[in-house]
């Protein structure tokens, strides 16, 4: 069997801060990311066209030679990941994986929380899915999860105004929302791949003693632990030590977006879906 990068799928930028943290986990291996910029955002959009897009990405890497496939998009994760697991690879490749990142994240939490009171802050998509609480309340039934949309944060991020006083306003605003809904949450979860960039602002504004977990160092680990757990997989993908990234948008655009999320530009070739 052939062996081939580790495919990364994002709707837009925001996946760079977990790529970001699994190259840094596994700088052996080979990487491939693509954003469907174009498209982005997908926070907003059907379950439908959700699923349909993420399902072209997943394909397109396929294509390209990736066995396993990391949907770095809670977007995509919520609304997409199980039909395409119990649907669509079936048909494809039995053989393929596509993983996700909310249930990595959940599994976590008991080690995070004190009280089992847990806030998630995401998309209005991601959010509205309740796809948080789905898999918190399998994992464990006994928590109390209550999310909240915060439609600003992203564009936040992307016009470079994640540094800027007027952000002050819209995460203090957000995270005292959430916190009126249950004033006992403990340990709040950064549901969107974008608010890392804002951490040191959230932190600032959530009381004393309340957790922030974003989700780059969690799924790098689990990632590492999955790989460790299927060897068989692990011998499919290959290691050169290398990062190719691609985008259905300008790569040039792209390059100059991922000084934000990566600190650095990087060579992107644009593609089409």
């Known amino acids: 069997m052939n062996s081939g990068p ?3 799928f994002d709707s837009g930028y925001g996946g760079l801060t977990i790529l970001r943290d699994i190259v840094k986990s596994m700088p052996g291996y080979d990487f491939l990311y693509l954003g469907d910029n174009a498209r982005a955002p997908y926070g907003t959009r ?3 066209i959700v699923y349909r897009f993420t399902l072209e990405a997943v394909r397109y890497l396929f294509d390209r030679g990736c066995n396993l496939v990391v949907l770095a998009c809670n977007t995509a994760s919520a609304k997409a990941l199980r039909t395409i697991q119990q649907n669509d690879l079936p048909e494809i490749d039995p053989s393929r994986r596509v993983l996700g990142i909310i249930r990595p994240t959940v599994e ?3 080690e995070l929380t004190a009280n089992g009171h847990i806030g998630v802050l995401g998309t209005p998509g991601t959010v509205n899915s309740r796809s948080y609480n789905i898999e918190v309340e399998k994992f464990h039934p006994d928590y109390t999860v209550t999310g909240h949309g915060c439609p600003m944060w992203v564009p936040l991020v992307e016009n470079r105004e994640a540094a800027s006083g007027g952000a002050d306003y819209f995460v203090k605003q957000e995270i005292d929302r959430l916190m009126m809904e ?3 949450i403990d340990t709040i979860v950064l549901a969107c791949t974008h608010y890392p960039l804002l951490i040191d602002k959230i932190e600032r504004y ?3 003693g309340v957790r922030v977990v974003s989700q780059g160092a ?4 689990s990632l590492v632990d999955y790989l460790r757990r299927h060897p068989e997989m692990d011998a499919r993908c290959s290691r050169g030590g290398t990062v190719e990234y691609l985008t259905t948008e300008s790569a040039a ?3 100059e977006m991922a ?3 990566l600190g650095r530009a990087v060579s992107a070739a644009q593609i089409t879906l």
């Open 46 to 48: 059907s379950f439908d």
């Open 206 to 208: 959530v009381p004393a």
């Open 253 to 255: 655009k792209f390059s």
């Open 218 to 221: 969690i799924i790098a680990d």
């Open 259 to 261: 000084t934000i999320f």
């Open 182 to 184: 249950d004033p006992e």
């Open 6 to 8: 580790i495919g990364v």
């Open 108 to 110: 976590m939490l008991h």
